[in-house]
């Protein structure tokens, strides 16, 4: 049987921590956090509000 969207879309995993990274102006890093689910390097955002949170995230994906 052939491969369908299904296949690559699926949900595998899902990670809930308390806060999400966001910059002054209220938007969610979500490139950040992409970053830091597959281990890839990351810079710290210059806009970001509260930069302790990036830690929490891989803290919590860490335990998975």
């Known amino acids: 049987m052939g491969r ?13 921590v308390p806060r999400l990274p966001k ?9 950040t956090m992409r970053a830091i689910a597959d281990g890839q390097p990351y810079r ?8 302790a949170v990036l830690e929490e995230i891989r803290e919590a994906l860490s335990g998975r």
């Open 4 to 16: 369908g969207p299904r296949d690559y879309a699926s949900f595998k995993t899902a990670t809930v």
């Open 23 to 31: 910059t002054r102006s209220g938007k969610i890093l979500r490139g």
């Open 44 to 51: 710290m955002p210059a806009t970001i509000d509260d930069p």
